[in-house]
């Protein structure tokens, strides 16, 4: 994690992709069923459309900036007393979202694969393996990301073709049963999770090469827009083989591959799968606590970052034995507060920076004409 590391466009892109769909591919398709129902694409439209203008926002921040993170940027537009008092809650809320994402993983073991285990251990493991691949820097998350990717993607595109004999189109109709309310609902939820979260990207944007900041915004877009179709896909294929079960069913692309049988040679591959899909999990972490350690080095002024990933990560690790050790209490959080805390913490502060960002760059230019 040193300064002069850096990647390219399409390596930042697809650490993007990665951080959009890893976990996400996983947890969203069945509570967004569940208050949707087969409206549940619709939702997801609506939620990209707001992601999209996040990621406009960040980007627009990173092209008149781009050699500054989102804390050079703030103290440049209004000084370091009020970056400081902006960027702390972000800063908390990370730590927050590194524990949230690996709560889910140690619930996702729990309730498929690894039964017996205890969740403390399985969250200790991977804490221990994010916190090593935080300290290896974002040249080498990229380079893992580009192999590593493949398989994820490589998995879900498989369950999709092997399900395939079990669709049933029929089951994508009605559309909208009980009117717009439960799909606006189901959106609030999908934007707090992921789309509200992609503005601490802005974080690390000063990463990418000078020379490649120009492809850097369509690079981005292009891996929203995947990310997007992805999980309508997952949706819908979700739907059309479990239809009403969709939303009562946690992990729907897991249950898919539960259901795989080719000519008695391929099936009970979901152990398989369960693990290609962890990928998602363990990137995402390890991307969001790589963000949070810079965050930190230039928030609090620190010369030697790799000092403080071990000790953040068992912070870490202590708010996700701790906090919210019943699904159920998790799942209300997810589904009405965390949407909320992010626009407090992640977006408004990011969206006042981008203001007074915009104003003084305009206001410098007239005086200058």
């Known amino acids: 994690m040193k300064q002069q590391e850096r990647v390219s466009s399409i390596q930042m892109s697809m650490l993007f992709l990665f951080f959009m769909t890893g976990s996400s591919i996983v947890i969203v398709p069945a509570p967004l069923t569940n208050i949707a129902g087969n ?98 820097g974002i040249e080498v998350i990229a380079r893992m990301a580009a192999v590593f990717m493949f398989l994820m993607f490589g998995c879900i595109v498989l369950i999709w073709i092997l399900v395939a004999n079990l669709y049933h189109p029929q089951y994508l109709l009605p559309v909208m049963p009980d009117g717009i309310g439960p799909i606006l609902n189901a959106s609030y939820v999908v934007y707090g999770f992921p789309y509200s979260e992609l503005v601490v990207f802005s974080v ?39 239809g009403p079960l969709s939303g009562d069913l946690k992990y729907s692309l897991y249950q898919l591959a539960r259901l795989i049988s080719f000519q008695e040679v391929i099936e009970r591959i979901e152990s398989v799968i369960g693990f290609s899909l962890i990928v998602g999990f363990y990137f995402k972490a390890s991307i969001l606590l790589l963000i949070l350690i810079k965050l930190l080095k230039e928030l609090l002024g620190l010369k030697n970052e790799r000092l403080v990933v071990f000790p953040v990560a068992f912070i870490c690790l202590l708010l996700s034995v701790t906090t919210y050790t019943k699904e159920s209490q998790l799942e209300e959080f997810v589904n009405v507060t965390w949407p909320l805390l992010n626009t407090l913490a992640y977006t408004i502060p990011v969206l006042l920076i981008l203001l007074v960002t915009v104003i003084r760059h305009h206001s410098k230019g007239s005086k200058e004409q």
Not at 64 to 79: F, H, T, W
Not at 212 to 241: D, G
């Open 39 to 136: 409206g549940a694409w619709i939702s997801l439209l609506l939620a990209t459309a707001i992601g999209m203008l996040l990621l406009a926002a960040v980007l627009y921040l990173n092209r008149l900036a781009p050699e500054l993170s989102l804390v050079g940027q703030s103290r440049s537009a209004m000084g370091k007393g009020l970056t400081f008092l902006l960027l702390i809650p972000f800063s908390c809320v990370l730590l927050w979202n590194i524990s949230g994402v690996v709560i889910e993983i140690g619930i996702f073991f729990k309730n498929t694969m690894l039964k017996e285990t205890p969740t403390y251990a399985v969250s200790t493991l991977f804490f221990i393996m994010i916190g090593l691949t935080a300290m290896a």
């Open 204 to 242: 690390i944007f000063s990463f990418v090469r000078k020379d490649e900041n120009a492809q850097l915004r369509k690079h981005m877009y292009v891996a929203l827009i995947i990310n997007s179709l992805t999980l309508i896909a997952s949706v819908i294929s979700s739907i059309m083989v479990l």
